[in-house]
């Protein structure tokens, strides 16, 4: 079994910064991405950021590019997005999940979600 469990959403100003941390334990071997997905009311879920936990490799959605950056301790089995500049379309309710194979911004590429956590953005 692999768990996730999420911290750090909350409320901030656009043009402020935001860090969610996503606490990952249980089986290495079912898992080698992490990835970072949101949803916005009304809005389908989109894969926002994710990193390859041996490889260091991330990827992101071309509207986060250059102010969210992710990241990973891997001694505290701990990944991090970092989210500065943060605009009022950064509003969503956050998840962080564990896959492997598959596309990364892809639902279907991750097989354990965590509960999420709100973030809240106002202008």
């Known amino acids: 079994q692999v768990q996730l469990v999420e911290s750090g959403g909350g409320s901030g100003q656009a043009g402020g910064s935001l860090r969610l941390s996503c606490v990952h334990s249980g089986d290495p071997y079912k898992y080698n991405r992490m990835g970072w997905f949101r949803q916005a009311p009304g809005k389908e879920r989109e894969g926002v950021a994710a990193i390859y936990l041996n490889l260091y490799s991330t990827y992101y959605i071309d509207s986060v590019k250059g102010r969210f950056t992710i990241s990973q301790d891997k001694a505290s089995k701990t990944v991090y997005l970092q989210m500065n500049s943060l605009k009022p379309e950064d509003t969503a309710t956050y998840y962080c999940?564990?896959?492997?194979?598959?596309?990364?911004?892809?639902?279907?590429?991750?097989?354990?979600w965590g509960q999420g956590t709100q973030v809240t953005v106002s202008s």
């Open positions: 999940a564990a896959g492997a194979g598959g596309k990364w911004y892809l639902e279907d590429s991750y097989d354990y």
